[in-house]
């Protein structure tokens, strides 16, 4: 067998699962972020295929493989030759003709699908593939975490209208509860957008877990749970009416504010706490640049402002476009006495800010003992601000908690914007031309496997859920010099190949200690250990991975007692 497992942990791995593939002789690492998967590895991570597999036909979902290679000129149409940027992998054919490696497929899916539906009556479709997608991640790392050549699971469904779309979406996500369910994952379902004309769009299934790349808020109250960056903030009550404020005295004073450079700074040298700040945060969004205030003590969720200016790109301004706005250097701009005319866009809570701080709009200085409707207003007032953990639930106002997540699955609605893109379109029972309402939906399959490590392992190795492990059973003579152990072992491998139980033999010339060492890294669910002491009885060893525990057992019922364990476990997974 090939399965070259490694004592040392690897330097370059900083997390368990990422340290475990490559000690468990899973996979090597061929370039930054793109591996072979060496037979124990891909054993596994055909198991998480076949467990999406099922589910996605059981749903009435068909297989197909689309290419890898694909034209840019479909992309080009979709306007995502350019939007998906670095992260493409672009090449030419001789002739010169522009291609990439495929990121997704929604392009080539709709085409397929546009070519061959004339009718209402060729509706709904659900087609899905499992293949290696190819992404430049600007930092891969985490080995197949975030990969730039990883396996995914895309599903693409096509619907006459909303609402068969909603049904096609509702399978979906019941195919992914019971797909992450049978393979022991742990999970939250998040929002992760919760759209402006109501109703959810886009779920996201996340793994709880220390090393999971996103930030999730939920609520245990209400259950409301959504990825930090997206989550809605509570509503925050209007403050006192106008009039009164107006009729408020201002207190705004500037002053000499020198080498201070950053919030920190300031909250020293002033001695104020951060939720007195109001940072003006200046953005170009298509262009054109605004100015966004948030209290001190929050960040801007770029996502929000986005749809909140309902543009389609937006940055940080440049230092340049800074200083041109703000008249000022770098770190001084406020919302009182700008340059420019720009758009001023407020979170919420800035306008509870009372005796508040704001940039002067000119080096070293600022402005104190401000406060909105009295000193300075703003042209809108939205919701602009990332949730975190400790804040109120938008939806029943319990204090949200934390947590981080791998995102293995993702749901998408995506109504026309592909269809409408590339003429997908379909007649109707009256005759009338409408374009195809779409949903796509994808599960990292090799992200899974690393989802699964962080959830199954301990100081010695993996510890698999049966549903996904290489082998199920290892069979383990202490000393293969031992002829009556070694026609044991090889006879007891043979029964449970015959009971239809994945098994392995090790029936290497090394030290048992070294052997156990291996299997319990690998993580073989089951070990038999065929052993002299044991023999003189007639009995063999029979021990979990999890948990440890061992019993004897007679010979001649060995392979039948660890035939129905296996079954047993087997069958407890696939219940769920
Ligand atoms: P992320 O936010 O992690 O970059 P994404 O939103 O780009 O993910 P999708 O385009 O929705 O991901 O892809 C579907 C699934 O493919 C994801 O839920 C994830 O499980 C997996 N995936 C995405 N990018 C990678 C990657 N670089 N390496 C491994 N798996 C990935
Ligand atoms: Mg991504």
Not at 13 to 32: C, D, V, Y
Not at 494 to 503: D, N, R
Request: include cysteine; charge should be negative.
């Amino acid at each position: 067998m090939f399965m070259p497992t490694l004592r040392e942990v690897p330097s370059e791995a900083e997390i368990p699962s990422h340290q475990l593939m490559l000690r468990a002789g899973m996979m090597r690492k061929a370039m930054s972020g793109v591996y072979s998967y060496l037979p124990l590895g891909y054993r596994v991570i055909r198991k998480v295929e076949q467990i999406v597999r099922e589910e996605m036909d059981r749903q009435g979902g068909q297989e197909l493989l689309f290419p890898a290679i694909q034209p840019a000129d479909i992309w080009k149409l979709t306007g995502r030759w350019e939007d998906y940027g670095g992260e493409m992998f672009r090449l030419k054919d001789r002739g010169g003709r522009e291609l990439c490696l495929g990121p997704t497929h929604e392009e080539l899916a709709t085409i397929t699908l546009r070519d061959e539906t004339r009718s209402y009556r060729q509706l709904p479709k659900l087609v899905y593939q499992i293949q290696t997608k190819f992404r430049d991640e600007i930092r891969p790392r985490f080995g197949v975490m975030r990969a730039r050549e990883f396996i995914m699971k895309d599903m693409y469904s096509f619907d006459r209208d909303d609402e068969g779309c909603e049904v096609s979406y509702r399978k979906m996500y019941e195919a992914y509860r019971r797909a992450f369910d049978r393979m022991g994952l742990h999970y939250i379902v998040v929002e992760a957008e919760s759209g402006a004309i109501g109703g959810t769009h886009n779920h996201e299934f996340m793994v709880v877990s220390d090393v999971g790349e996103a930030g999730i808020v939920f609520c245990e109250a209400c259950g409301y749970a959504a990825s930090e960056e997206r989550a809605d903030a509570a509503a925050v009550p209007e403050p006192e009416s106008a009039p009164s404020l107006a009729a408020d005295r201002s207190h705004a004073r500037t002053i000499a504010t020198p080498d201070v450079r950053t919030i920190d700074d300031l909250i020293g040298f002033l001695g104020v706490s951060p939720r007195q700040m109001v940072k003006t945060m200046v953005f170009v969004a298509d262009g054109e640049p605004v100015a966004a205030l948030i209290r001190g003590d929050r960040d801007v969720n770029e996502v929000k402002l986005r749809r909140a200016l309902g543009c389609a790109s937006l940055e940080l301004a440049a230092p340049e476009v800074i200083e041109e706005v703000t008249g000022a250097p770098v770190g001084f701009a406020g919302p009182i006495g700008l340059k420019q005319a720009i758009t001023i866009i407020a979170d919420p809570e800035v306008l509870h800010v009372v005796d508040g701080v704001i940039g002067a709009n000119a080096a070293d200085a600022h402005i104190v003992g401000v406060r909105y409707g009295v000193d300075f207003t703003a042209h809108r007032v939205e919701d602009i601000r990332i949730v975190v953990a400790g804040d109120e639930c938008p939806r029943c106002g319990t204090p949200l908690k934390g947590a981080r997540g791998i995102e293995v699955g993702h749901l998408f609605k995506l109504g026309t914007k592909y269809s409408s893109r590339l003429d997908a379109r379909y007649l109707d029972e009256a005759g009338q031309e409408r374009s195809v309402i779409m949903g796509s939906y994808g599960i990292g399959i090799t992200r899974c496997v690393a989802a699964i490590i962080e959830e199954y392992h301990d100081a010695d190795g993996i510890i698999w859920p049966m549903s996904v492990a290489p082998y199920h059973v290892i069979v383990l003579p202490l000393n293969t010099t031992d002829e009556q152990q070694l026609k044991v072992a090889e006879s007891l491998h043979s029964e449970l190949e015959k009971l239809g139980v994945e098994v392995v033999l090790d029936d290497r010339d090394e030290r048992p200690g070294v052997k156990f060492k291996d299997a319990d890294l690998i993580g073989f669910p089951v070990k038999v250990t065929v052993g002299a002491r044991g023999l003189a009885q007639c009995r063999v060893e029979v021990g979990l991975r999890r948990g440890g525990q061992t019993t004897m057992v007679g010979l001649d019922e060995a392979a039948t007692y660890v035939s129905e364990l296996v079954r047993s476990e087997l069958a407890l997974l696939s219940k769920l």
